[in-house]
């Protein structure tokens, strides 16, 4: 179990919205898209209607966005 480091997941949030946007179109697509920290592949998860959530198996990278895809 990695200790999670909170500052960077501060860190990522705060990466600009366009960024996640993408990130999550292109895991929408169906693209294999990986995490910056682990290099594990992130995972696209509707959470409710309009609102999706992206995150590695580890947890460093963690986005949740009210978006329509
Ligand atoms: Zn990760």
Redesign the pocket.
């Known amino acids: 179990m990695t200790k999670i480091d909170f500052s960077q997941i501060n860190k990522i949030a705060a990466k600009s919205f366009n960024q996640q946007r993408n990130v999550i179109k292109r895991l929408a697509k169906g693209q294999t898209v990986l ?1 910056e ?2 290099q ?1 592949p992130l995972t696209l998860t509707v959470l409710s209607e309009g609102e999706s959530g992206v995150q ?1 198996n ?1 947890g ?2 963690q986005i949740n966005l009210e978006l329509d895809i």
Do not use: A, F, S, Y
Request: net charge positive; charged share 10%.
């Open positions: 995490c920290q682990c594990q590695c580890k460093c990278t």
